[in-house]
């Protein structure tokens, strides 16, 4: 499965970006969907998940009630809407699929500046 996120950029403190991360090479409906990201100097960090077939969505307590993760089987896509953004939110965002066999792919992750 190869994965690219899109749609980072730099944004002001409250704005909005909606990142997608279009896989390729497999069908992503048998996968659970992540998204993570990583700030400088810091470790990498769970930010929301989502299910097979988008029934059950999971997020960190930072973003909950201002990010939603949502998916679209038919065309291979996972979506994070990303509102009322921080600069605390700033890093690098990346997309995972995980098989819950084992298997576990990560896109090269797209970067999300938010200015104050």
């Known amino acids: 499965v190869e994965l690219v996120e899109s749609g980072g950029g730099l944004v002001q403190a409250g704005g909005s970006l909606r990142l997608s991360c279009a896989a390729s090479?497999?069908?992503?409906?048998?996968?659970?969907m992540g998204w993570f990201r990583q700030a400088p100097g810091k470790e990498r960090e769970f930010v929301a998940a989502?299910?097979?077939?988008?029934?059950?969505?999971n997020y960190t307590d930072s973003v909950k009630g201002r990010f939603t993760i949502s998916r679209d089987n038919a065309k291979n896509t996972v979506y994070l809407q990303m509102n009322n953004l921080k600069p605390e939110d700033t890093a690098v965002y990346y997309c995972?699929?995980?098989?819950?066999?084992?298997?576990?792919?990560w896109g090269p992750g797209t970067q999300v500046t938010v200015s104050s």
């Open positions: 989502i299910s097979w077939n988008g029934g059950k969505t």
């Open positions: 995972n699929a995980w098989s819950g066999a084992g298997a576990s792919y």
């Open positions: 090479g497999r069908t992503l409906s048998s996968y659970v």
